[in-house]
């Protein structure tokens, strides 16, 4: 691979060939010198080959990515960014132009600056200075550029971001939920200052950054109820999502070079059973940007290496020491990690598939990481016991100590790394840890869910090393006092009643959260998965398999596959092929005869999704395409062995005589279904 001083991404669709011509070749000749590339990134336009010529004249490079209905600027990008070389990432717009030593300066700016995101304001040239114009002009008169361009006011900035790709990896790029107009860049920029790097306003005459005249795109976006919708999401996220890291889910650009979101460690010793259903547990998550880091600690045996062996997953890495002590292997743990967060197991526990995903939430301005709530479990019985813990504040720690469950952790790995165990002591290492943690001044969330099946049985160490926790704990209460004045005591103490817990409304429900991930043997649920598309054969399951898919016109509108008596091994398998898992636990009050949506509701949903709104619908259940109603939708769903089929159409009124046998009114498909 290449190493380049700067990427430059320019992003569209159905953008004219010669408009982004222009702009490349200004980002080209603007390099100035620095060692530099173009990515032009084509976003499913109608027709690619011009834009692809383009960049062969040019010599950029190009990308293309077809399917995606609707324009989204922020996934564009990230197209682009997924095949970029440079140190310093740069986004644009193909309606823009660049002076001549304006690249240059950018990343002179950027290596002065250090760590910093740079943001440049466009300028707006007149109505007379579009198209028609520039095809006129060559060389360009950069003066009267100058003289004519207006500094945009406008929402959302637009125009230009520069940041360090270690940056853009570790908010994960442009936030991907994010389409059809706006706030791409001001949600970037204040994504980049929560993550730490300054926010760089280019101020300097040699850079400049022209917007070229067309129809404003905002004024199309609004005549649509679904564009109107889109802008009001994206200024929802930008101005309320506190978050910084997005995209955890699914980061559909993900470069191939970019380090795991979260390293998920395990410190064991001759647990080798209990820790299979651990490793599957984290194989199960929403969050499938992780890696994973077995310690041994002196094993009598090699049972966990052949254990990790046989779950045959390249995210598993295995590292095996003499017998050195819990602290230490997690020590090793931290030094061996790749991952921006450390997310903290203990090899007997479980934790729900949308731990990752919760904890990751929660990090926002002002914390390092978080922490959450756990139900503990009898691994004989399958007794519940829901701990919900206080949120881990200074104030909180003060007058008894304490730490929220160590397997509840989900904390930044440098930050991690500058705490480290304690290696002289054996037991209470995690609230000696976390005391530490809060004394150095990190503060640390509650995300307010329960992540963590805490396993309850006799080789636990609360059980066999009680003793030695408890003057551990006393010890590290002392270290964390030291300093502190009856006064400071009292006040926070006073401090620590306020907001001491996160809100939990029902314990049961809290708790049947997460209960259909206990271990095999305690219980029977039901699992499915979204699949984005039907495999020609099944992986084998221990349960019972099915997949059901919806069609219209032939062609696939959505799949799922559900597993009767689904294992925590067939749970694994269905991750690995789809996306989205539910699950159902066997003969309670809380299961549910579908983990998914009635099949009519996704069929209206589908039908829905262009069609106008506000109007009847009538649905006509049919045997055949001879039984449909005329101008109806058809659509099947079915598996290997019997289908069912509904005809929908809208309907100005509904006549007297009408076979129709459903009538539904409202604006979506909730409100139709309901």
């Given at each position: 691979m290449e190493n380049l001083d700067v990427s430059v991404v320019i992003g569209f669709r159905d953008w004219g060939a010669e408009r982004i011509r222009r702009s490349a070749l200004s980002i080209i000749e603007s390099f100035d010198g620095v060692h530099g590339e173009v990515i032009i990134s084509d976003y499913g336009s109608s027709d690619p080959?011009?834009?692809?010529?383009?960049?062969?004249?040019?010599?950029?490079?190009?990308?293309y990515t077809p399917g995606d209905p609707v324009w989204s600027r922020s996934r564009a990008l990230n197209a682009g960014f997924a095949i970029a070389d440079g140190e310093l990432l740069i986004s644009t717009d193909a309606d823009m132009l660049f002076s001549p030593r304006a690249m240059r300066r950018i990343v002179e700016t950027a290596r002065e600056a250090e760590h910093c995101a740079l943001f440049l304001q466009c300028r707006d040239l007149p109505e007379s200075m579009g198209d028609d114009y520039f095809?006129?002009?060559?060389?360009?008169?950069?003066?009267?550029?100058?003289?004519?361009?207006?500094?945009?006011?406008?929402?959302?900035?637009?125009?230009?971001?520069?940041?360090?790709?270690?940056?853009?990896?570790?908010?994960?790029?442009?936030?991907?939920?994010?389409?059809?107009?706006?706030?791409?860049?001001?949600?970037?920029?204040?994504?980049?200052r929560r993550a730490g790097y300054q926010t760089v306003w280019v101020d300097d005459p040699d850079v400049r950054m022209f917007h070229m005249w067309h129809p404003p795109t905002l004024r199309t976006v609004e005549q649509s109820e679904a564009g109107r919708e889109a802008v009001k999401f994206n200024k929802d996220v930008v101005y309320n999502d506190k978050t910084f890291t997005r995209n955890t889910t699914h980061w559909r650009f993900r470069p191939e070079s970019a380090i795991p979101l979260v390293s998920v460690v395990f410190a064991?010793?001759?647990?080798?059973?209990?820790?299979?259903?651990?490793?599957?547990?984290?194989?199960?998550?929403?969050?499938?940007?992780?890696?994973?880091?077995?310690?041994?600690?002196?094993?009598?045996?090699?049972?966990?290496?052949?254990?990790?062996?046989a779950l045959d997953d390249p995210r598993i890495r295995y590292f095996r020491q003499e017998r050195l002590g819990i602290s230490a292997a997690r020590n090793l743990a931290l030094d061996e990690s790749r991952g921006f967060y450390t997310a903290v197991m203990d090899d007997d526990d479980l934790m729900p598939p949308r731990r990752l995903e919760w904890q990751l939430a929660a990090v926002t301005t002002g914390f390092v990481g978080s922490a959450g709530s756990f139900v503990n479990f009898d691994?004989?019985?399958?007794?519940?016991?829901?701990?919900?813990?206080?949120?881990?504040?200074?104030a909180q720690a003060a007058e008894k100590g304490g730490a929220p469950g160590h397997g509840t952790w989900l904390i930044r790995t440098d930050v991690m790394r500058s705490i480290r165990y304690d290696e002289s002591i054996s037991s209470g290492v995690d609230n000696n840890f976390f005391l530490r943690l809060l004394r150095s001044g990190y503060k640390i969330s509650h995300c307010g869910k329960p992540v963590l099946l805490r396993r309850r049985h006799n080789k636990q160490v609360t059980a066999v090393d009680g003793a030695n926790q408890g003057d551990s704990a006393k010890q590290?209460?002392?270290?964390?006092?030291?300093?502190?004045?009856?006064?400071?005591?009292?006040?926070?103490?006073?401090?620590?009643?306020?907001?001491?817990?996160?809100?939990?409304?029902?314990?049961?429900?809290?708790?049947?959260?997460?209960?259909?991930y206990l271990p095999d043997h305690l219980i029977v649920r039901n699992a499915t998965v979204q699949l984005t598309e039907i495999p020609a054969h099944l992986p084998s399951f221990d349960g019972t398999a099915q997949v059901r898919s919806l069609t219209r016109d032939g062609q696939t509108v959505k799949a799922h596959l559900t597993v009767k008596s689904a294992s925590y091994p067939d749970m694994v398998t269905m991750t690995?092929?789809?996306?989205?898992?539910?699950?159902?636990?066997?003969g309670t009050d809380t299961a549910s005869d579908a983990t998914t949506l009635p099949w009519e509701l996704e069929a209206l949903n589908d039908y829905l999704h262009e069609a106008p709104e506000g109007q009847l619908i009538t649905v006509h259940q049919v045997t055949s395409q001879a039984t449909a109603p005329r101008d109806s939708q058809l659509y099947f769903m079915g598996d290997?062995?019997?289908?069912?089929?509904?005809?929908?159409?809208?309907?100005?009124?509904l006549q007297e005589n009408s076979t129709t046998q459903w009538l539904i009114i409202g604006r979506n498909a909730e409100e139709y279904w309901a």
């Amino acid at each position: 691979m290449e190493n380049l001083d700067v990427s430059v991404v320019i992003g569209f669709r159905d953008w004219g060939a010669e408009r982004i011509r222009r702009s490349a070749l200004s980002i080209i000749e603007s390099f100035d010198g620095v060692h530099g590339e173009v990515i032009i990134s084509d976003y499913g336009s109608s027709d690619p080959e011009p834009a692809r010529q383009v960049a062969e004249d040019v010599g950029a490079k190009y990308v293309y990515t077809p399917g995606d209905p609707v324009w989204s600027r922020s996934r564009a990008l990230n197209a682009g960014f997924a095949i970029a070389d440079g140190e310093l990432l740069i986004s644009t717009d193909a309606d823009m132009l660049f002076s001549p030593r304006a690249m240059r300066r950018i990343v002179e700016t950027a290596r002065e600056a250090e760590h910093c995101a740079l943001f440049l304001q466009c300028r707006d040239l007149p109505e007379s200075m579009g198209d028609d114009y520039f095809a006129t002009q060559s060389p360009l008169d950069w003066d009267h550029l100058e003289r004519e361009g207006r500094l945009r006011p406008r929402w959302g900035m637009g125009g230009m971001m520069a940041i360090p790709a270690t940056g853009y990896e570790k908010i994960r790029g442009f936030d991907e939920r994010l389409h059809t107009y706006g706030g791409e860049d001001l949600d970037f920029a204040q994504r980049a200052r929560r993550a730490g790097y300054q926010t760089v306003w280019v101020d300097d005459p040699d850079v400049r950054m022209f917007h070229m005249w067309h129809p404003p795109t905002l004024r199309t976006v609004e005549q649509s109820e679904a564009g109107r919708e889109a802008v009001k999401f994206n200024k929802d996220v930008v101005y309320n999502d506190k978050t910084f890291t997005r995209n955890t889910t699914h980061w559909r650009f993900r470069p191939e070079s970019a380090i795991p979101l979260v390293s998920v460690v395990f410190a064991t010793r001759n647990r080798a059973d209990l820790l299979a259903e651990s490793l599957r547990s984290v194989l199960i998550q929403t969050v499938q940007d992780f890696e994973i880091l077995v310690v041994d600690d002196g094993p009598d045996d090699d049972s966990t290496e052949r254990v990790v062996s046989a779950l045959d997953d390249p995210r598993i890495r295995y590292f095996r020491q003499e017998r050195l002590g819990i602290s230490a292997a997690r020590n090793l743990a931290l030094d061996e990690s790749r991952g921006f967060y450390t997310a903290v197991m203990d090899d007997d526990d479980l934790m729900p598939p949308r731990r990752l995903e919760w904890q990751l939430a929660a990090v926002t301005t002002g914390f390092v990481g978080s922490a959450g709530s756990f139900v503990n479990f009898d691994d004989e019985t399958g007794e519940l016991e829901l701990i919900v813990s206080r949120r881990p504040t200074f104030a909180q720690a003060a007058e008894k100590g304490g730490a929220p469950g160590h397997g509840t952790w989900l904390i930044r790995t440098d930050v991690m790394r500058s705490i480290r165990y304690d290696e002289s002591i054996s037991s209470g290492v995690d609230n000696n840890f976390f005391l530490r943690l809060l004394r150095s001044g990190y503060k640390i969330s509650h995300c307010g869910k329960p992540v963590l099946l805490r396993r309850r049985h006799n080789k636990q160490v609360t059980a066999v090393d009680g003793a030695n926790q408890g003057d551990s704990a006393k010890q590290a209460l002392q270290y964390f006092q030291f300093g502190l004045s009856n006064w400071h005591k009292t006040k926070l103490a006073e401090e620590a009643k306020v907001d001491a817990y996160p809100p939990v409304e029902d314990r049961e429900e809290f708790t049947h959260m997460i209960d259909a991930y206990l271990p095999d043997h305690l219980i029977v649920r039901n699992a499915t998965v979204q699949l984005t598309e039907i495999p020609a054969h099944l992986p084998s399951f221990d349960g019972t398999a099915q997949v059901r898919s919806l069609t219209r016109d032939g062609q696939t509108v959505k799949a799922h596959l559900t597993v009767k008596s689904a294992s925590y091994p067939d749970m694994v398998t269905m991750t690995r092929i789809g996306y989205d898992l539910k699950t159902d636990v066997v003969g309670t009050d809380t299961a549910s005869d579908a983990t998914t949506l009635p099949w009519e509701l996704e069929a209206l949903n589908d039908y829905l999704h262009e069609a106008p709104e506000g109007q009847l619908i009538t649905v006509h259940q049919v045997t055949s395409q001879a039984t449909a109603p005329r101008d109806s939708q058809l659509y099947f769903m079915g598996d290997a062995g019997a289908s069912d089929a509904i005809a929908i159409s809208h309907s100005g009124s509904l006549q007297e005589n009408s076979t129709t046998q459903w009538l539904i009114i409202g604006r979506n498909a909730e409100e139709y279904w309901a």
